[in-house]
Nanobody, 127 residues
C-alpha cells in the first residue's frame, strides 16, 4: 500500500522560505514521476514541481521557476520541495503525489497522471 505523508508547511512572510517534505512508503515505481501540486481556495489544483525518479529530471510550473526546487533522497524515501522567495500567491494547500504510470510523458505536471496522494500541508504567505 502506497502512503505519502507531507510535512513542513506553515506560515512565512513574503520573500521567505519553507521546505516541504514527503515521506513515502510502499511506492516502487522507479520509472515514473513524483511531485508537488497545490490548490488555493476557489481554484483548481495545479502542478507545481515534479521529478522523474530514475533520471532525476525536474519540471516546474512557470509561476515557480527559479524559486522552487524539487529533490529526492532515495535513501530516505523522501521527496522535498524547497520554496524560496515566497509570494502571497503561493498560499495554498500543497499535496505530494506519485504516479503509477511507467515511462515518460509530455505532460508531467498533469494531475490526472498521478494515482497516489498525500493528505496535504497548508502553506500561507503573508505580505
Amino acid at each position: 500500500q502506497v502512503q505519502l505523508v507531507e510535512s513542513g508547511g506553515g506560515s512565512a512572510q513574503a520573500g521567505g522560505s519553507l521546505r516541504l517534505s514527503c515521506a513515502t512508503s510502499g511506492y516502487t515505481y522507479s520509472s515514473s514521476y513524483m511531485g508537488w501540486f497545490r490548490q488555493a481556495p476557489g481554484k483548481e489544483r495545479e502542478g507545481v514541481a515534479v521529478i522523474f525518479i530514475r533520471a532525476g529530471f525536474t519540471y516546474y510550473a512557470d509561476s515557480v521557476k527559479g524559486r522552487f526546487t524539487v529533490s529526492q533522497d532515495n535513501a530516505k524515501n523522501t521527496l522535498y520541495l524547497q520554496m524560496n522567495s515566497l509570494k502571497p500567491e503561493d498560499t495554498a494547500m500543497y499535496y505530494c503525489a506519485a504516479s503509477g504510470m511507467s515511462g515518460v510523458t509530455a505532460r508531467p505536471l498533469d494531475q490526472h497522471l498521478y494515482n497516489y496522494w498525500g493528505q496535504g500541508t497548508q502553506v500561507t504567505v503573508s505580505s
